[in-house]
Protein backbone atom coordinates (compact mmCIF):
# COMPACT_ATOMS: atom_id res chain seq x y z
CA UNK A 1 0.00 0.00 0.00
CA UNK A 2 1.72 3.17 -1.48
CA UNK A 3 0.76 7.07 -1.01
CA UNK A 4 0.74 9.02 -4.17
CA UNK A 5 0.38 12.51 -5.63
CA UNK A 6 0.34 14.45 -9.20
CA UNK A 7 -1.41 17.23 -10.27
CA UNK A 8 -2.66 19.42 -13.03
CA UNK A 9 -4.20 16.88 -15.18
CA UNK A 10 -6.54 19.50 -17.44
CA UNK A 11 -8.70 16.82 -18.58
CA UNK A 12 -10.49 18.19 -21.52
CA UNK A 13 -12.71 15.18 -22.89
CA UNK A 14 -15.91 17.27 -23.08
CA UNK A 15 -14.13 20.26 -24.20
CA UNK A 16 -11.32 19.30 -27.16
CA UNK A 17 -10.80 22.87 -27.70
CA UNK A 18 -8.77 23.31 -24.17
CA UNK A 19 -6.64 20.95 -25.22
CA UNK A 20 -2.72 21.31 -23.88
CA UNK A 21 -1.46 20.06 -27.20
CA UNK A 22 0.00 23.76 -27.67
CA UNK A 23 2.24 23.43 -24.78
CA UNK A 24 4.41 21.34 -26.18
CA UNK A 25 5.05 17.48 -26.91
CA UNK A 26 4.99 16.20 -23.53
CA UNK A 27 1.14 17.40 -23.34
CA UNK A 28 0.25 15.28 -26.55
CA UNK A 29 -2.15 11.82 -25.60
CA UNK A 30 -0.31 13.07 -22.00
CA UNK A 31 -4.01 11.70 -20.66
CA UNK A 32 -3.43 8.16 -22.19
CA UNK A 33 0.37 8.12 -20.86
CA UNK A 34 -0.72 9.12 -17.25
CA UNK A 35 -2.97 6.16 -17.18
CA UNK A 36 -0.56 3.88 -18.58
CA UNK A 37 1.37 4.81 -15.79
CA UNK A 38 -0.38 4.52 -13.04
CA UNK A 39 -1.82 1.01 -14.15
CA UNK A 40 1.79 0.03 -13.83
CA UNK A 41 2.47 1.89 -10.99
CA UNK A 42 -0.69 1.90 -8.62
CA UNK A 43 -2.64 -1.20 -7.02
CA UNK A 44 -5.97 -0.59 -6.44
CA UNK A 45 -4.49 -0.64 -2.42
CA UNK A 46 -2.66 2.44 -3.20
CA UNK A 47 -3.73 6.18 -2.96
CA UNK A 48 -3.43 8.56 -5.08
CA UNK A 49 -3.48 12.71 -4.41
CA UNK A 50 -4.82 14.31 -7.42
CA UNK A 51 -3.72 17.85 -6.96
CA UNK A 52 -5.87 20.53 -8.37
CA UNK A 53 -6.47 21.84 -12.27
CA UNK A 54 -8.62 18.15 -12.88
CA UNK A 55 -10.86 19.20 -16.20
CA UNK A 56 -11.54 22.30 -17.97
CA UNK A 57 -15.08 21.48 -17.47
CA UNK A 58 -16.64 24.61 -15.70
CA UNK A 59 -20.24 22.89 -14.85
CA UNK A 60 -20.34 19.00 -13.48
CA UNK A 61 -22.01 18.06 -16.56
CA UNK A 62 -19.21 19.32 -18.63
CA UNK A 63 -16.83 17.27 -16.22
CA UNK A 64 -18.78 13.46 -16.31
CA UNK A 65 -16.57 12.14 -19.03
CA UNK A 66 -13.01 13.79 -16.97
CA UNK A 67 -14.11 12.37 -13.74
CA UNK A 68 -15.02 9.06 -15.22
CA UNK A 69 -12.06 8.87 -16.55
CA UNK A 70 -10.02 9.68 -12.93
CA UNK A 71 -12.52 6.85 -11.52
CA UNK A 72 -10.94 4.67 -14.08
CA UNK A 73 -7.80 5.22 -12.43
CA UNK A 74 -6.39 2.29 -9.94
CA UNK A 75 -6.72 3.11 -6.31
CA UNK A 76 -8.24 5.69 -3.81
CA UNK A 77 -8.51 8.84 -5.41
CA UNK A 78 -8.17 11.90 -3.41
CA UNK A 79 -8.94 15.40 -4.98
CA UNK A 80 -7.92 18.93 -3.88
CA UNK A 81 -8.91 22.08 -5.66
CA UNK A 82 -6.94 24.04 -8.30
CA UNK A 83 -7.53 27.48 -9.67
CA UNK A 84 -9.11 26.15 -12.96
CA UNK A 85 -11.67 23.82 -11.16
CA UNK A 86 -14.66 26.02 -12.09
CA UNK A 87 -17.23 23.74 -10.65
CA UNK A 88 -15.67 23.32 -7.36
CA UNK A 89 -17.58 25.61 -5.03
CA UNK A 90 -15.16 25.80 -1.64
CA UNK A 91 -18.34 26.15 0.01
CA UNK A 92 -19.96 23.46 -1.54
CA UNK A 93 -17.39 20.29 -0.86
CA UNK A 94 -19.93 18.32 0.99
CA UNK A 95 -22.25 18.27 -1.52
CA UNK A 96 -19.37 16.98 -4.49
CA UNK A 97 -18.40 14.20 -1.33
CA UNK A 98 -22.11 13.09 -1.33
CA UNK A 99 -22.48 12.59 -4.92
CA UNK A 100 -19.09 10.70 -5.53
CA UNK A 101 -19.40 8.91 -2.60
CA UNK A 102 -17.54 5.93 -2.78
CA UNK A 103 -15.70 6.66 -6.03
CA UNK A 104 -14.19 9.80 -5.11
CA UNK A 105 -12.80 12.03 -2.05
CA UNK A 106 -12.64 15.65 -2.24
CA UNK A 107 -10.23 17.72 0.18
CA UNK A 108 -11.10 21.22 1.45
CA UNK A 109 -11.86 22.22 5.17
CA UNK A 110 -11.24 18.52 5.79
CA UNK A 111 -8.71 15.82 6.23
CA UNK A 112 -8.00 12.20 5.09
CA UNK A 113 -5.78 9.55 6.68
CA UNK A 114 -2.95 7.29 5.28
CA UNK A 115 -2.28 5.00 7.85
CA UNK A 116 -1.21 7.27 10.97
CA UNK A 117 -0.88 10.40 8.84
CA UNK A 118 -3.77 12.80 8.82
CA UNK A 119 -3.89 14.23 4.39
CA UNK A 120 -4.65 17.90 4.87
CA UNK A 121 -4.54 20.78 2.10
CA UNK A 122 -5.77 23.69 0.31
CA UNK A 123 -5.85 25.17 -2.93
CA UNK A 124 -3.15 28.07 -1.61
CA UNK A 125 -2.68 30.91 -3.64
CA UNK A 126 0.72 32.82 -4.09
CA UNK A 127 1.44 36.52 -5.91
CA UNK A 128 2.43 35.72 -9.91
CA UNK A 129 3.20 39.08 -11.00
CA UNK A 130 3.09 41.03 -12.46
CA UNK A 131 6.84 41.61 -12.03
CA UNK A 132 8.99 44.65 -13.38
CA UNK A 133 12.81 43.68 -15.33
CA UNK A 134 15.29 46.19 -16.20
CA UNK A 135 16.87 45.72 -19.33
CA UNK A 136 19.09 43.61 -17.49
CA UNK A 137 16.67 41.30 -16.24
CA UNK A 138 17.07 42.22 -12.59
CA UNK A 139 13.86 43.06 -10.55
CA UNK A 140 12.86 46.32 -10.18
CA UNK A 141 9.17 46.57 -8.81
CA UNK A 142 5.89 44.30 -9.43
CA UNK A 143 2.16 45.49 -9.24
CA UNK A 144 1.41 46.56 -5.90
CA UNK A 145 -2.24 46.91 -6.24
CA UNK A 146 -1.88 42.51 -7.44
CA UNK A 147 0.23 41.74 -4.67
CA UNK A 148 -2.02 43.29 -2.17
CA UNK A 149 -5.18 41.96 -3.78
CA UNK A 150 -3.13 38.54 -3.76
CA UNK A 151 -2.49 38.56 0.01
CA UNK A 152 -6.24 38.86 0.86
CA UNK A 153 -6.80 35.66 -1.35
CA UNK A 154 -3.05 33.76 0.47
CA UNK A 155 -4.97 34.56 3.75
CA UNK A 156 -8.12 33.08 3.08
CA UNK A 157 -6.44 30.04 2.33
CA UNK A 158 -4.22 30.40 4.91
CA UNK A 159 -7.15 29.58 7.66
CA UNK A 160 -8.67 26.78 4.84
CA UNK A 161 -5.24 25.18 5.62
CA UNK A 162 -5.24 25.36 9.35
CA UNK A 163 -9.12 24.27 10.07
CA UNK A 164 -7.86 21.04 7.88
CA UNK A 165 -4.77 20.89 9.91
CA UNK A 166 -7.13 21.69 13.15
CA UNK A 167 -10.02 18.79 12.31
CA UNK A 168 -7.10 16.53 12.18
CA UNK A 169 -5.14 17.30 15.24
CA UNK A 170 -8.58 17.47 17.43
CA UNK A 171 -8.95 13.67 16.02
CA UNK A 172 -5.43 13.05 17.64
CA UNK A 173 -3.41 12.98 14.55
CA UNK A 174 0.15 14.32 14.80
CA UNK A 175 1.65 12.91 11.71
CA UNK A 176 0.96 15.33 8.53
CA UNK A 177 1.24 15.55 4.76
CA UNK A 178 0.27 18.27 3.24
CA UNK A 179 -1.07 19.27 -0.05
CA UNK A 180 -1.27 22.69 -2.37
CA UNK A 181 -2.35 22.97 -5.21
CA UNK A 182 -0.45 26.34 -5.84
CA UNK A 183 3.08 26.61 -4.75
CA UNK A 184 4.27 27.14 -1.07
CA UNK A 185 5.85 30.47 -2.38
CA UNK A 186 6.34 32.90 -5.43
CA UNK A 187 9.90 33.87 -6.54
CA UNK A 188 10.15 36.38 -4.41
CA UNK A 189 10.18 34.53 -1.08
CA UNK A 190 12.30 32.16 1.30
CA UNK A 191 8.86 31.19 2.99
CA UNK A 192 5.21 32.19 3.51
CA UNK A 193 2.43 31.55 5.99
CA UNK A 194 1.96 28.08 4.40
CA UNK A 195 5.95 27.12 5.32
CA UNK A 196 5.27 28.81 8.55
CA UNK A 197 1.94 26.53 9.18
CA UNK A 198 3.99 23.50 8.14
CA UNK A 199 6.70 24.71 10.69
CA UNK A 200 4.19 24.68 13.07
CA UNK A 201 2.79 21.11 12.52
CA UNK A 202 5.74 19.21 12.54
CA UNK A 203 4.33 18.66 8.71
CA UNK A 204 6.85 15.92 7.12
CA UNK A 205 6.33 16.75 3.18
CA UNK A 206 4.98 19.31 1.32
CA UNK A 207 3.49 18.30 -1.94
CA UNK A 208 2.38 21.06 -4.61
CA UNK A 209 1.70 21.55 -8.11
CA UNK A 210 0.28 24.31 -10.58
CA UNK A 211 4.61 25.12 -11.80
CA UNK A 212 4.08 23.62 -14.70
CA UNK A 213 6.31 24.74 -18.04
CA UNK A 214 10.12 24.28 -17.29
CA UNK A 215 10.45 27.91 -16.85
CA UNK A 216 8.03 27.14 -13.64
CA UNK A 217 9.56 24.67 -12.28
CA UNK A 218 12.04 26.49 -9.87
CA UNK A 219 9.64 28.99 -8.61
CA UNK A 220 9.24 27.83 -5.22
CA UNK A 221 10.82 26.08 -2.54
CA UNK A 222 12.30 22.15 -3.16
CA UNK A 223 14.00 19.95 -1.01
CA UNK A 224 14.47 19.74 3.05
CA UNK A 225 14.10 23.77 4.61
CA UNK A 226 13.13 23.06 8.32
CA UNK A 227 13.62 19.65 8.33
CA UNK A 228 10.18 19.42 5.62
CA UNK A 229 10.76 17.67 2.54
CA UNK A 230 9.03 19.90 -0.09
CA UNK A 231 7.90 18.39 -3.54
CA UNK A 232 6.93 19.72 -6.88
CA UNK A 233 4.55 17.29 -8.22
CA UNK A 234 3.22 18.91 -11.40
CA UNK A 235 2.21 16.44 -14.18
CA UNK A 236 4.91 17.88 -16.61
CA UNK A 237 7.23 17.95 -13.97
CA UNK A 238 6.93 14.23 -13.17
CA UNK A 239 6.87 12.93 -17.11
CA UNK A 240 3.34 11.79 -16.19
CA UNK A 241 4.10 9.46 -13.63
CA UNK A 242 3.02 9.79 -9.98
CA UNK A 243 5.37 10.85 -7.55
CA UNK A 244 5.44 8.15 -4.31
CA UNK A 245 5.27 10.21 -1.09
CA UNK A 246 5.22 7.22 1.72
Not at 229 to 237: N, S
Given at each position: MSLYAIGDLHLCFQRPEKSMNAFGREWRNHEKKFKKNCEKMLTDEDTLVLLGDHTWGRKLPQCQKDFEYIESLPGRKILLRGNHDMFWDAKKTDRLNEQFAGRLEFLQNNYYTYGDHALVGTKGYTFEGPFYLDDDGHLIGWDKEEAAHAEKLVEREYYRLKESF?????????????????????????????????????????????CHGASRWHDSVTGVKNGI?????????LGWKPEKIL
Open positions: DKAAADGYSKFIMFLHYPPTNILQTRSCFTDLAEEYGVEQVIYAHVYKLAAGDF
